[in-house]
T-cell receptor, first 110, second 116 residues
Framework: DAKTTQPPSMDCAEGRAANLPCNHS???????VYWYRQIHSQGPQYIIH???NNETNEMASLIITEDRKSSTLILPHATLRDTAVYYC???????????FGTGTQLKVEL | GAVVSQHPSWVICKSGTSVKIECRSL??????MFWYRQFPKQSLMLMAT?????????EQGVEKDKFLINHASLTLSTLTVTSAHPEDSSFYIC????????????FGEGSWLTVV
């Protein structure tokens, strides 16, 4: 799996957009970019994933740069319940494993 | 999204005994499942990759004779911690790859193991 780099922590005001960056400069052509989040003492929750194109679902949007070396997860209207550790992972594809980095602790405040 | 269920959610066992944790994909078939462990305030560490009908592939440093993994069907994988010791106390999490050629991986709720 390609290594990813994320800021260790970020703060966001409730109701504002949370933009979480991730660098994955060594990602290979068949590796996806996955985002998961983990709330304390729970299993990781799937958010979104993509290969080359930007993706959007009911939870978030994923913006992948054209060279695929970095991406941004966007939570359009953050709420207090979005406070969690967010993991960006470059890997998967064809059943390959996902290796977790240290993630970003997002704190959403009033 | 798809659902992956683990059982038990938490378990306490005595040193020297064995404990089994189940991981089930409830609404999809999973040819590949993964087992992780997580210590407090740390990230998830991949232990092994489990493929249905074949032997698991263990990550470097993970004792295959201590952490027995069985993937007997397309919806069930089990992790057995044998001869458990207090240092095996941890949060164990499984995940499952959706579909034969899918690329979405869903995680279970995790299982807390405490060895006393």
């Amino acid at each position: 799996d390609a290594k990813t780099t994320q800021p260790p922590s970020m703060d966001c005001a409730e109701g504002r957009a949370a933009n979480l960056p991730c660098n994955h400069s060594t990602i290979s052509g068949n590796e996806y970019v996955y985002w998961y989040r983990q709330i304390h003492s729970q299993g990781p929750q799937y958010i979104i994933h993509g290969l080359k194109n930007n993706e959007t679902n009911e939870m978030a949007s994923l913006i992948i740069t054209e060279d695929r070396k970095s991406s941004t997860l966007i939570l359009p209207h953050a709420t207090l319940r979005d406070t969690a550790v967010y993991y960006c992972i470059a890997g998967g594809g064809g059943g390959n494993k996902l290796t977790f980095g240290t993630g970003t602790q997002l704190k959403v405040e009033l | 999204g798809a659902v992956v269920s683990q059982h038990p959610s938490w378990v306490i066992c005595k040193s020297g005994t064995s404990v089994k944790i189940e991981c089930r994909s409830l609404d999809f078939q999973a040819t590949t499942m993964f087992w992780y462990r997580q210590f407090p305030k740390q990230s998830l560490m991949l232990m092994a990759t489990s493929n249905e009908g074949s032997k698991a592939t263990y990550e470097q440093g993970v004792e295959k004779d201590k952490f027995l993994i069985n993937h007997a069907s397309l919806t069930l994988s089990t992790l057995t911690v044998t001869s458990a010791h207090p240092e095996d106390s941890s949060f164990y999490i499984c995940s499952a790859l959706q579909g034969l050629s899918g690329n979405t991986i869903y995680f279970g709720e995790g299982s807390w193991l405490t060895v006393v």
